[in-house]
């Protein structure tokens, strides 16, 4: 009786032990599962992450975060020696030309310097505004580039303070709300606000800073705005005058950023802007076939006029060698989100039009240019 007992007792023991190792087996096997499954999914979230910040960084992409600071200067007067572009003398005349710059960083680098003396330099009988979004202290106004591009009698220099900017316009309650320190990019963002009121409240021509002008912009008319690809439209080239055509066209951008700002999407308050606007205003969907006949008197040039060489292409500006198939262009876009840190090597297109568009600049930085 002893020896069944002790056999059952280990009988059982044994089939305890193997339902347990079973246990303990699948146990494992579901941890290691487990352990593979996230770690797959790590991966497949790091990558993902990885190319986004690739993307990002490639376009020149803001981060969303402490948004409040990159538009704190957007609020602040300390030093500023500017003139207010609010204030009753400020009154540009008819068919000026507008540059905005939007970053904190308090001053103007040579590259941007270099545009704004293209465009001064193309137009010597029009006014060229150069609007800052913060401020500029004395020895930056005295001793910078600013103070080269000071020396040309058709550059001015103000300082917009965005909220009283865009008082009794359209957009007052956009700004008034904070809403772009909301913005994944804020700076960029604010850019879009500043160009469409800038063209509201004055007409004119606005042109990105990374834009270097050829030639003038005069032939072209009054009233015109530039498709990047054939079938995309840009807001780094834009004219709009103060007749009933540019009325039209400030009009429904300014109405169009108000009801449509997404502080998500980057390319939404821009581009997006323009593209829908001119879904509406031009008798055709197909933006092959805009133009002013098309589209209300408006005109729309192609990308050959303002940018000849492609984003993928960038690199062609900044190696020696010349670029193919440029006759047309009345400026060349940069693209700065891409290019900011592109070596400009000796005797590349952008070294050459640097030495003859902007002269001043490129003398005054020497070696040092776009760096």
Same mark, same amino acid.
């Given at each position: 009786m002893y020896n069944s007992n002790k056999l059952?007792? !280990?009988?059982?023991?044994?089939?305890?032990?193997l339902k347990t190792r079973r246990k303990i087996f699948y146990l494992r096997k579901n941890v290691i599962f487990a352990i593979i499954f996230i770690g797959v999914i790590y991966h497949v979230k790091l990558r993902d992450v990885l190319l986004e910040q690739r993307y @990002?960084? %490639? @376009?020149? @992409?803001r981060s969303y975060l402490n948004n409040s600071e990159l538009l #704190?200067?957007?609020y602040s007067n300390e030093g500023d020696v500017l003139p207010w572009a609010e204030g009753p003398n400020f009154a540009p005349k008819l068919n000026s030309i507008f540059f905005h710059e939007t970053s904190c960083r308090g001053g103007l680098n040579s590259r941007q310097a270099c545009s704004i003396e293209s465009a001064a330099r193309a137009h010597p009988t029009r006014q060229i505004y150069v609007l800052f979004s913060g401020p500029i202290i004395e020895v930056v106004y005295q001793k910078s580039c600013i103070a080269k591009l000071r020396l040309l009698p058709? +550059? %001015? @220099? #103000?300082? +917009?303070h965005i909220e009283e $900017? #865009? !008082?009794n316009t359209p957009l007052d309650g956009l700004v008034a709300s904070r809403e772009l320190e909301e913005s994944y990019w804020p700076v960029e963002h604010a850019s879009d606000v500043f160009r469409f009121l800038t063209l509201y409240n004055w007409g004119g021509v606005y042109l990105d800073t990374d834009v270097m002008v050829v030639k003038s912009l005069t032939p072209l008319g009054h009233n015109w705005v530039a498709k990047e690809i054939s079938w995309h439209a840009s807001v780094g080239v834009i004219a709009s005058s103060m007749d009933h055509i540019g009325r039209r066209l400030a009009q429904a951008l300014v109405n169009e950023l108000k009801t449509t700002f997404k502080p998500d999407v980057f390319n939404n308050n821009g581009p997006g802007v323009m593209t829908r606007v001119l879904h509406r205003m031009c008798n055709t969907s197909d933006p092959t076939e805009w133009s002013a006949k098309t589209c209300q008197g408006l005109e729309v040039y192609g990308p050959e006029y303002f940018y000849p060489v492609h984003y993928t292409k960038s690199n062609d500006y900044f190696k020696t060698g010349k670029l193919q198939n440029v006759s047309d262009a009345y400026t060349h876009h940069l693209w700065n989100k891409m290019t900011s840190n592109k070596t400009i090597e000796k005797?590349? =297109? $952008?070294d050459e039009m640097a030495q003859k568009l902007? =002269?001043?600049i490129y003398e005054m930085y020497g070696d040092e240019f776009g760096t």
């Open positions: 059952i007792r !280990k009988i059982t023991y044994k089939l305890y032990s @990002f960084k %490639h @376009f020149g @992409f #704190a200067c957007y058709n +550059v %001015h @220099f #103000a300082r +917009v $900017y #865009a !008082k005797d590349s =297109p $952008y902007c =002269p001043l």
